[in-house]
Protein backbone atom coordinates (compact mmCIF):
# COMPACT_ATOMS: atom_id res chain seq x y z
CA UNK A 1 0.00 0.00 0.00
CA UNK A 2 1.45 3.50 -0.80
CA UNK A 3 2.52 5.66 2.07
CA UNK A 4 3.58 8.64 3.00
CA UNK A 5 7.51 8.60 4.11
CA UNK A 6 9.02 11.04 6.00
CA UNK A 7 12.58 11.61 7.41
CA UNK A 8 14.59 11.93 9.80
CA UNK A 9 12.17 10.32 12.00
CA UNK A 10 13.76 12.34 15.12
CA UNK A 11 15.96 15.42 14.97
CA UNK A 12 17.78 17.32 17.53
CA UNK A 13 19.07 20.38 16.26
CA UNK A 14 20.55 23.70 18.30
CA UNK A 15 18.79 26.81 18.55
CA UNK A 16 19.39 29.38 15.18
CA UNK A 17 20.71 26.14 12.95
CA UNK A 18 18.86 25.81 9.71
CA UNK A 19 17.10 21.90 9.37
CA UNK A 20 15.41 20.55 6.79
CA UNK A 21 12.46 18.06 6.90
CA UNK A 22 11.95 15.57 4.86
CA UNK A 23 9.07 14.03 3.10
CA UNK A 24 8.09 11.70 0.11
CA UNK A 25 4.28 11.73 -0.78
CA UNK A 26 2.23 9.38 -2.68
CA UNK A 27 3.63 9.31 -6.43
CA UNK A 28 0.49 10.30 -8.13
CA UNK A 29 -0.57 12.65 -5.60
CA UNK A 30 -1.34 16.48 -6.20
CA UNK A 31 -1.75 18.07 -3.32
CA UNK A 32 0.86 18.26 -0.18
CA UNK A 33 0.64 19.83 3.07
CA UNK A 34 2.93 20.44 6.21
CA UNK A 35 1.28 20.31 9.56
CA UNK A 36 2.83 20.64 13.24
CA UNK A 37 1.95 19.22 16.66
CA UNK A 38 3.43 20.87 19.57
CA UNK A 39 3.65 18.34 22.75
CA UNK A 40 0.06 17.49 23.84
CA UNK A 41 -1.66 19.80 21.46
CA UNK A 42 -3.59 20.19 18.33
CA UNK A 43 -2.85 19.68 14.74
CA UNK A 44 -1.70 23.03 13.14
CA UNK A 45 -2.09 23.67 9.70
CA UNK A 46 1.37 24.89 8.00
CA UNK A 47 1.19 25.22 4.49
CA UNK A 48 -0.20 23.81 1.53
CA UNK A 49 1.57 22.94 -2.03
CA UNK A 50 -0.01 22.48 -5.46
CA UNK A 51 1.20 22.84 -8.76
CA UNK A 52 5.25 23.81 -7.79
CA UNK A 53 3.66 26.83 -5.68
CA UNK A 54 2.01 27.84 -2.44
CA UNK A 55 -1.15 27.69 -2.46
CA UNK A 56 -2.40 28.49 1.21
CA UNK A 57 -0.16 29.53 5.16
CA UNK A 58 -0.93 30.30 7.95
CA UNK A 59 0.54 32.58 10.59
CA UNK A 60 2.55 30.31 11.98
CA UNK A 61 4.64 29.61 8.29
CA UNK A 62 6.57 33.29 8.91
CA UNK A 63 9.40 34.03 6.68
CA UNK A 64 11.75 30.85 8.41
CA UNK A 65 9.54 28.97 6.76
CA UNK A 66 9.93 27.96 3.26
CA UNK A 67 8.81 24.28 1.60
CA UNK A 68 10.32 23.02 -1.91
CA UNK A 69 9.42 20.14 -4.37
CA UNK A 70 12.91 19.70 -5.81
CA UNK A 71 12.58 17.20 -7.63
CA UNK A 72 9.24 15.22 -8.97
CA UNK A 73 9.35 13.05 -5.56
CA UNK A 74 10.53 15.19 -2.57
CA UNK A 75 8.68 17.79 -0.38
CA UNK A 76 10.97 19.49 1.81
CA UNK A 77 9.92 22.18 4.93
CA UNK A 78 13.36 24.51 5.62
CA UNK A 79 13.37 26.43 9.38
CA UNK A 80 16.23 28.64 8.57
CA UNK A 81 16.87 29.92 11.83
CA UNK A 82 15.20 27.53 14.29
CA UNK A 83 13.85 28.73 17.89
CA UNK A 84 12.90 26.50 20.94
CA UNK A 85 9.57 27.14 20.21
CA UNK A 86 9.99 25.45 17.03
CA UNK A 87 10.13 21.73 18.51
CA UNK A 88 7.17 19.73 17.60
CA UNK A 89 6.27 17.04 16.07
CA UNK A 90 5.88 17.52 11.94
CA UNK A 91 3.52 15.98 9.68
CA UNK A 92 3.84 15.71 5.80
CA UNK A 93 0.58 14.59 4.25
CA UNK A 94 -0.14 14.39 0.38
CA UNK A 95 -3.80 13.95 -1.34
CA UNK A 96 -4.41 12.69 -4.92
CA UNK A 97 -7.44 15.26 -5.36
CA UNK A 98 -10.02 17.74 -3.53
CA UNK A 99 -12.36 15.50 -2.76
CA UNK A 100 -10.38 12.60 -1.09
CA UNK A 101 -8.49 12.25 2.32
CA UNK A 102 -5.24 13.16 2.94
CA UNK A 103 -2.91 10.61 3.69
CA UNK A 104 -0.03 11.65 6.50
CA UNK A 105 3.80 10.57 7.31
CA UNK A 106 4.53 8.78 10.88
CA UNK A 107 5.87 12.35 11.24
CA UNK A 108 9.52 13.92 12.19
CA UNK A 109 10.01 14.76 15.70
CA UNK A 110 11.90 18.07 16.10
CA UNK A 111 13.45 18.88 18.75
CA UNK A 112 15.65 22.22 19.36
CA UNK A 113 17.83 22.21 22.18
CA UNK B 1 -12.59 29.94 6.34
CA UNK B 2 -13.89 26.52 8.30
CA UNK B 3 -12.88 25.86 11.55
CA UNK B 4 -13.92 22.83 14.18
CA UNK B 5 -14.67 22.17 17.33
CA UNK B 6 -14.63 19.08 19.68
CA UNK B 7 -16.07 19.74 22.84
CA UNK B 8 -14.76 17.02 25.02
CA UNK B 9 -11.11 17.33 25.45
CA UNK B 10 -11.01 14.24 27.21
CA UNK B 11 -13.62 11.05 27.32
CA UNK B 12 -12.97 8.52 30.20
CA UNK B 13 -15.04 5.56 28.93
CA UNK B 14 -15.14 1.51 30.32
CA UNK B 15 -14.24 -1.08 27.72
CA UNK B 16 -17.34 -2.52 26.31
CA UNK B 17 -19.45 1.05 26.74
CA UNK B 18 -20.21 2.93 24.31
CA UNK B 19 -19.08 6.11 23.15
CA UNK B 20 -19.40 9.26 21.05
CA UNK B 21 -16.86 11.75 20.60
CA UNK B 22 -18.57 15.15 19.33
CA UNK B 23 -17.42 17.58 16.34
CA UNK B 24 -18.90 20.45 15.21
CA UNK B 25 -17.50 22.67 11.91
CA UNK B 26 -18.44 25.99 10.58
CA UNK B 27 -18.11 26.64 6.73
CA UNK B 28 -19.76 28.80 4.53
CA UNK B 29 -19.38 26.38 1.57
CA UNK B 30 -20.10 22.49 1.40
CA UNK B 31 -17.55 20.68 3.16
CA UNK B 32 -15.66 17.16 3.67
CA UNK B 33 -15.26 15.48 6.88
CA UNK B 34 -13.02 13.10 8.36
CA UNK B 35 -12.05 11.71 11.24
CA UNK B 36 -8.38 10.62 12.26
CA UNK B 37 -7.24 8.69 15.17
CA UNK B 38 -3.73 9.29 16.59
CA UNK B 39 -2.10 6.04 19.24
CA UNK B 40 0.33 6.91 21.12
CA UNK B 41 3.99 7.77 19.73
CA UNK B 42 2.33 7.69 16.44
CA UNK B 43 1.13 9.15 13.31
CA UNK B 44 -2.35 9.98 12.06
CA UNK B 45 -4.34 7.46 10.57
CA UNK B 46 -7.65 8.11 9.00
CA UNK B 47 -10.44 6.43 10.94
CA UNK B 48 -13.44 7.75 8.37
CA UNK B 49 -14.51 10.17 5.88
CA UNK B 50 -17.65 11.81 5.00
CA UNK B 51 -17.70 13.22 1.11
CA UNK B 52 -20.86 12.65 -0.20
CA UNK B 53 -23.78 10.37 -0.58
CA UNK B 54 -25.06 8.45 2.52
CA UNK B 55 -24.62 10.68 5.87
CA UNK B 56 -24.23 7.16 7.61
CA UNK B 57 -20.48 6.27 6.86
CA UNK B 58 -18.88 3.40 8.69
CA UNK B 59 -15.10 3.23 9.03
CA UNK B 60 -12.19 0.74 9.96
CA UNK B 61 -12.09 -0.87 13.60
CA UNK B 62 -16.35 -0.50 14.50
CA UNK B 63 -16.49 3.73 14.03
CA UNK B 64 -19.17 5.02 12.47
CA UNK B 65 -20.38 8.70 12.05
CA UNK B 66 -23.20 10.64 10.96
CA UNK B 67 -23.09 13.40 9.18
CA UNK B 68 -25.81 16.76 10.09
CA UNK B 69 -25.95 19.25 7.79
CA UNK B 70 -28.48 21.22 9.85
CA UNK B 71 -26.65 21.00 12.94
CA UNK B 72 -23.08 20.82 11.38
CA UNK B 73 -22.13 18.20 12.84
CA UNK B 74 -20.23 14.86 12.53
CA UNK B 75 -19.92 13.12 15.64
CA UNK B 76 -18.26 9.77 15.93
CA UNK B 77 -19.64 6.64 17.68
CA UNK B 78 -18.69 2.90 18.65
CA UNK B 79 -21.37 0.86 19.97
CA UNK B 80 -18.88 -1.14 22.30
CA UNK B 81 -15.07 0.15 22.80
CA UNK B 82 -12.06 -2.05 23.58
CA UNK B 83 -8.98 -0.89 25.73
CA UNK B 84 -6.79 -0.63 22.58
CA UNK B 85 -9.41 2.36 21.10
CA UNK B 86 -7.08 4.91 23.53
CA UNK B 87 -6.27 7.03 21.96
CA UNK B 88 -6.62 11.20 20.18
CA UNK B 89 -8.94 11.59 18.18
CA UNK B 90 -8.86 14.24 15.60
CA UNK B 91 -12.14 15.82 13.48
CA UNK B 92 -10.56 17.48 10.47
CA UNK B 93 -12.60 19.61 7.51
CA UNK B 94 -12.09 20.36 4.06
CA UNK B 95 -13.36 22.41 2.13
CA UNK B 96 -15.35 22.16 -1.25
CA UNK B 97 -13.84 24.67 -2.88
CA UNK B 98 -10.24 26.02 -3.71
CA UNK B 99 -9.22 26.45 -0.38
CA UNK B 100 -6.96 23.58 -0.01
CA UNK B 101 -6.83 23.72 3.57
CA UNK B 102 -7.45 20.71 5.78
CA UNK B 103 -8.00 22.19 9.37
CA UNK B 104 -8.15 19.94 12.32
CA UNK B 105 -10.55 20.11 15.89
CA UNK B 106 -8.60 20.58 19.10
CA UNK B 107 -8.33 16.46 19.68
CA UNK B 108 -10.36 14.42 22.07
CA UNK B 109 -8.47 11.97 23.91
CA UNK B 110 -10.55 8.81 24.25
CA UNK B 111 -9.66 6.38 27.92
CA UNK B 112 -11.13 3.28 27.88
CA UNK B 113 -10.66 1.76 31.45
CA UNK B 114 -11.12 -1.84 32.09
Known amino acids: EPEVTQTPSHQVTQMGQEVILRCVPISNHLYFYWYRQILGQKVEFLVSFYNNEISEKSEIFDDQFSVERPDGSNFTLKIRSTKLEDSAMYFC???????????FGQGTRLTVV | AQSVTQLDSQVPVFEEAPVELRCNYS??????LFWYVQYPNQGLQLLLK??????LVKGINGFEAEFNKSQTSFHLRKPSVHISDTAEYFC????????????FGPGTRLSVLP
Open chain 1, 93 to 103: ASRILLNTEAF
Open chain 2, 92 to 103: AVSENNYGQNFV
Open chain 2, 27 to 32: SSVSVY
Open chain 2, 50 to 55: YLSGST
